[in-house]
């Protein structure tokens, strides 16, 4: 669908990345980027707005700054600790109806000191926060229409730090015990290694899951999420309309402004959940054997594919020391929802998923 098809189709950008903030921390900051219209291109409602919320995580609220560390979400190991007062963080709800009340349970404070099969309250979701006045025109600016198609998109990574391994060639041990150690060499390239789909950083380090609407109440702790995000073709769920890469994430129905409800998606998923760590025990050169993490990892690191990507597409198995920083940074798109369609609507040719994956290609 070309560009100039699209009307009133470039909207806003939020950009929100998971940045880690020591060796053992993951947190979320946000930052908003409002993206003029582009002449000849697109015409936007001007009163349309997207916000971003995921209160499990850092106890804040549709619109709220966030920022990579962020001194504002509540610290604390008793429920005492949780702030009082009238600008007081509400107490979010976890997908069971019980509350984090808890402030050290947050999903923020959790992340920064993750360890193996931690599970990490998370729940992001977006909302058509256009202000518009309840008439029976249709919540029209301009003579369109406030309503929007979502997505979510996704680039997971990872950083790989100077002291991370790999077995020499000649190397014979097994690692499972200290007197039969991997003999092991320096692994380059280092630097940040973005995962080319969610597969592979499921794979390497971690994975999201979500509680499904229909769940019981029994299965309804985030220790009983399903694997994966909350995907469908219809209804409160979303597509990958990113070719099977997990990559982007368009929502199945048309936010509006009509109430409160039907402004707002559903999470994509309602937790991230650390993969199980094998150690193994590594020897470099001379040194004593150590316990060290193993991953196994397929990506590419700057410019370069070497030791990493390789011509097979196989995993490098590497070893760390320390549990490693990891990224899970994502961008939250909306377009214009007058004469765009779901993807396969009988008798449309403008799909709303074409629009959100050329607006997300270009941002």
Not at 144 to 160: P, Q
């Amino acid at each position: 669908m070309k560009l100039k098809k699209i009307r009133n189709a470039l909207l806003v950008v939020l950009t929100l990345a998971l940045v880690s903030a020591t060796t053992v921390a993951i947190t979320w900051a946000l930052a908003t980027k409002d993206i003029s219209p582009v002449t000849n291109k697109f015409t936007s409602n001007p009163e349309i707005k997207l916000e971003f919320q995921e209160p499990t995580f850092d106890a804040k609220t549709w619109g709220e700054e966030r920022t990579p560390t962020d001194s504002s979400v509540p610290t604390g190991a008793t429920t005492n600790d949780w702030p009082t007062g009238s600008d007081a963080p509400a107490k979010p709800e976890l997908p069971d109806g019980s509350t984090i009340d808890i402030p050290d349970n947050l999903g923020y404070n959790k992340a920064r000191k993750y360890t193996s099969e931690s599970i990490i309250p998370k729940n992001p979701q977006l909302r058509n926060s256009t202000n518009v006045t309840f008439t029976t025109d249709n919540y029209q600016q301009n003579g369109t229409t406030s309503d929007e198609w979502v997505a979510l998109k996704v680039k997971y990574s990872l950083t790989v730090t100077a002291s991370t391994f790999k077995a020499t060639s000649g190397n014979t041990g097994t690692g499972d015990d200290k007197s039969d150690p991997i003999l092991v060499e320096a692994f380059t390239p280092t630097g940040t290694l973005v995962f080319d789909t969610y597969d592979d950083f499921s794979h390497a380090i971690a994975s999201v899951g979500y509680i499904p609407a229909g769940a019981t109440a029994a299965n309804k702790a985030l220790d009983k999420a399903l694997d994966d995000q909350r995907i469908g073709t219809t209804g409160d769920t979303w597509r990958d309309i990113s070719d099977g890469k997990g990559t982007l994430f368009m929502y199945n129905r048309k936010l509006t402004t009509a109430s409160d409800a039907t402004r707002k998606t559903d999470t994509l998923f309602d937790c991230v959940r650390i993969n199980e760590m094998t150690q193994k025990w590594v020897k470099s050169g001379e040194a004593t054997p150590e316990l060290y993490y193993v991953f196994e990892l397929r990506g590419k690191i700057g410019e370069s594919t070497v030791g990493v990507l390789g011509n097979s597409g196989s995993y490098q198995t590497v070893y760390m020391q320390n549990l490693p920083d990891f990224d899970i940074s994502m961008s939250g798109y909306a377009v214009q929802g007058d004469n765009l369609y779901l993807p396969g609507t009988s008798g449309q040719t403008d799909f709303a998923d074409d629009a959100l994956k050329t607006f997300a290609s270009k941002n």
